[in-house]
Nanobody, 126 residues
Framework: QVQLVESGGRLVQAGGSLRLSCAASGRPFIAYTMAWFRQAPGKEREFVATRNWSRDLTNYADSVKGRFTISGNSGENTVYLQMNSLKPEDTAIYFC???????????????????WGQGTQVSVTS
């Protein structure tokens, strides 16, 4: 119903900034709960940020709060993750996800999401 394609991941130095993009197609992202997750090798998929434009709800993981910002451009049908003050601990594959249930009671749980992008690698050096 909706396809997601992430881009923008690359190698950056600690303290730097990066902006990830999640291009949606098929359906408007505004109809979904949107989120970013990340996964480092050997670790569980971790919640990063979520935004529900229909209900004006936003949430961030404590580890990224104050540094990362989730936003969207409805005209471009693209969701973004602005990442500032990057740390080596932020190194991971970052995934964009969409949940068709805008009333989800567990928006930070990856199991709730119906659609996923392929991921984009972010590497932060010391």
């Amino acid at each position: 119903q909706v396809q997601l394609v992430e881009s923008g991941g690359r190698l950056v130095q600690a303290g730097g900034s990066l902006r990830l993009s999640c291009a949606a197609s098929g359906r408007p992202f505004i109809a979904y709960t949107m989120a970013w997750f990340r996964q480092a090798p050997g670790k569980e998929r971790e919640f990063v940020a979520t935004r529900n434009w229909s209900r004006d709800l936003t949430n961030y993981a404590d580890s990224v709060k104050g540094r990362f910002t989730i936003s969207g451009n409805s005209g471009e049908n693209t969701v973004y993750l602005q990442m500032n003050s990057l740390k080596p601990e932020d190194t991971a594959i970052y995934f964009c996800a969409a949940d068709s249930n805008i009333f989800s009671r567990r928006p930070t749980d990856p199991a709730e999401y119906d659609y996923w992008g392929q991921g984009t690698q972010v590497s932060v050096t010391s």
